[in-house]
């Protein structure tokens, strides 16, 4: 079955106080594919993502997702581009004064959910699907980083979005629970959700194949080999 292309960039330049971030960009993502953006840290990944939410302005060439034109794009479509994306950070940005459960209520009523049933179900079924469902009472503070870390995917799934953008998620994570994480990402990629995500852990790369795109230099490039010594950068 053909599927759908959800973001294209074509000779895409990014700039951030005037210093060029990312030139001649050029980068497709399609619905259901897990993507990995690696590269020493400063070379635009997190860059390349908050184009992709629109927190960064396009500069040069062409870009869209979803259909929104991400050149000028108004606060009102900003708005509407966010809701169907899920955004997972590197250090989780939980409320850290409320549960689990009313972190995850504070999105869904943000997001126009009104029904407390509805509300109820949604959590419920994103709590289990992030392999959490015993933690909905919990504070932030009572739960590991890597439960931290699933209370944030949870957080980006609530809404079903067609595209996760995941900066660094393992980045606070010890190694074992890192892989964890990939491979939850891997899973909700599995079940129909584009996932792209940042990293320089290129172990994790490896133990979880998929597309590897490289910033490098100011530039995207498609990696077509497997990440292997010759392609690690050291970070």
């Known amino acids: 079955m053909e599927r759908d292309t959800l973001v294209r960039l074509e000779n895409v330049e990014l700039t951030l106080d005037s210093d060029v971030i990312l030139r001649d960009a ?30 960064l302005p396009v500069a ?25 994306l ?16 009313r972190n995850l209520e504070f999105v869904l009523r943000a997001t126009g ?7 109820d179900r949604r959590i419920t079924e994103t709590l289990r699907q ?7 009472e919990r504070m932030p503070h009572e739960l590991s980083g890597g439960e931290q870390q699933r209370v944030a995917i949870a957080r980006a ?3 079903m979005p067609a595209i996760i953008l995941a900066d660094e998620p393992t980045g606070n994570l010890d190694p074992e629970t890192g892989r ?37 230099d100011g530039r995207l490039t498609s990696l077509e080999a497997p990440i292997e010594s010759a392609n690690i950068i050291t970070p």
């Not at 899920?86 to 459960?101: A, N, P, S």
Request: with cysteine; hydrophobic share 40%; proline share 2%.
């Open 60 to 84: 040069g060439g062409q870009a869209s997702i979803m259909g929104y034109d991400l050149h000028g794009i108004s606060l009102r479509d900003t708005a509407g581009l966010r809701r169907r």
């Open 26 to 55: 050029t980068f497709s993502l399609l619905s259901g594919e897990f993507v990995y953006v690696i590269g020493r840290v400063g070379s635009g990944k997190s860059s390349l993502l908050r184009a992709l939410y629109a927190e």
């Open 113 to 119: 959910w009104k029904n407390p049933d509805d509300i």
């Open 180 to 216: 964890h994480i990939v491979g939850l990402l891997h899973d909700i990629c599995r079940s129909g959700t584009a996932v792209v995500m940042t990293t320089h852990n290129y172990d994790l790369v490896r133990r979880y194949p998929a597309r590897v795109v490289k910033c490098e």
């Open 130 to 136: 992030t392999g959490i469902p015993d933690k909905a």
């Open 86 to 101: 899920g955004i997972v950070f590197q250090d989780f940005q939980l409320l850290t004064d409320r549960t689990v459960r």
């Open 157 to 159: 799934l609530l809404n």
